[in-house]
């Protein structure tokens, strides 16, 4: 069977999305967008000439996932692979991430990466994102294989309980993984790659074994250590992306990310993954409707403007800057709403 969920429209490729004069959208001021150009000025400019961003921060390098993060934020913001200021960046970071790919479908610099299925998962929500968007039509049947084999990798890899781990032959399971995977296949889709509604009934499962009465959600499916709510934000926003928005475990699970995660600084309730958490609980907010989105995102904002570095970065928790960066910019651009995974 061929997943049903709602695709987002794609832009086409020709689409001159990113002027370098644009009005500016509701609730981005002209201090904001400053901000914004500061920090993507800084992936500009840290990124390799072979088209990489690796992570400066203490738990190792992850190049395939901070490639792939940072090249959806200039994504973010208009640019293309063949138009707009960040065009040359979006260009190199696509063809490194289609060469990651190995015979298997994986995605990754898998000696670099211990925790391969990261990478791969974000890997496939960039390309998937960045398809549509590809004026060379070599490029863009090569996006298309990659994401399908990696589709298919990530379907044979699906453990028992119809979760990931960190790696593609571990039959175990965990939720930040089961998130990534879960959207990186919805993007898949949206580039016309057949998903299995098998894979995603069983992730959607996983999910709801996950959840607690109080709407959190556990780091894995026996429901032991409590609830996370980084991970429930993100399971959120899987829910909204698959159609969801009137699952009654996607409503209290809303209600339990705005009382812990809330609207800005306040980090007690993010387990110290503060910008993962603010990734995810962004989207939820923006396709949850205007209410909820102008209870958030201008506190979010602003917040992000005051912790923002002198150098146009933000310090990723424990994870870099380039990490925190992307999600930065990820979180203060969506309302340009360029990218097809936003779209309400």
Excluded at 15 to 43: K, N, W
Aim: charged letters at 20%; hydrophobic letters at 35%.
């Amino acid at each position: 069977m061929i997943l049903s969920l709602p695709a987002g429209q794609i832009p086409p490729a020709t689409t001159a999305r990113a002027e370098l004069v644009r009005p500016l959208p509701p609730r981005i001021t002209v201090e904001t967008q400053r901000a914004i150009d500061r920090g993507l000025e800084y992936l500009a400019r840290t990124q390799g000439r072979d088209g990489v961003w690796r992570t400066q921060g203490t738990m190792g390098e992850f190049p395939t996932a901070m490639t792939a993060l940072a090249a959806l934020a200039l994504l973010a913001s208009g640019s293309t692979p063949m138009e707009g200021r960040y065009a040359p960046q979006v260009s190199r970071a696509t063809t490194f991430l289609l060469r990651c790919s190995d015979a298997d479908g994986l995605i990754s610099r898998i000696e670099e990466e211990s925790r391969s299925m990261y990478g791969h998962g974000f890997s496939m929500l960039y390309l998937g994102q960045v398809y549509g968007l590809e004026a060379d039509i070599e490029k863009q049947r090569r996006i298309h294989e990659v994401l399908r084999h990696a589709a298919e990798l990530t379907a044979r890899s699906q453990s028992p309980l119809g979760g990931w781990m960190y790696t593609p032959d571990s039959r175990s399971d965990e939720g930040s993984v089961t998130i990534t995977q879960l959207q990186g296949l919805r993007s898949a889709r949206n580039a016309g790659v057949a998903v299995s509604k098998e894979v995603i009934d069983k992730a959607l499962g996983y999910l709801e074994k996950s959840s607690l009465p109080n709407g959190g959600i556990t780091y894995r499916a026996d429901r032991q250590g409590g609830p996370r709510p980084p991970i429930t934000a993100a399971a959120v926003a899987c829910w909204y992306n698959a159609g969801q928005y009137d699952n009654p475990l996607a409503t209290k699970s809303l209600g339990f990310i705005k009382e812990h995660l809330g609207n800005g600084g306040r980090r007690a309730g993010s387990w110290g993954h503060y910008y993962y958490a603010h990734f995810y609980m962004a989207q939820v907010m923006w396709l949850s409707g205007e209410k909820d989105w102008e209870w958030y995102f201008p506190a979010m904002r602003d917040w992000l403007l005051t912790s923002q570095e002198s150098d146009g970065s933000w310090e990723g928790d424990y994870i870099g800057r380039v990490y925190g960066t992307a999600l930065a910019l990820f979180i203060l651009q969506i309302p340009y709403g360029y990218l097809p995974i936003l779209q309400r």
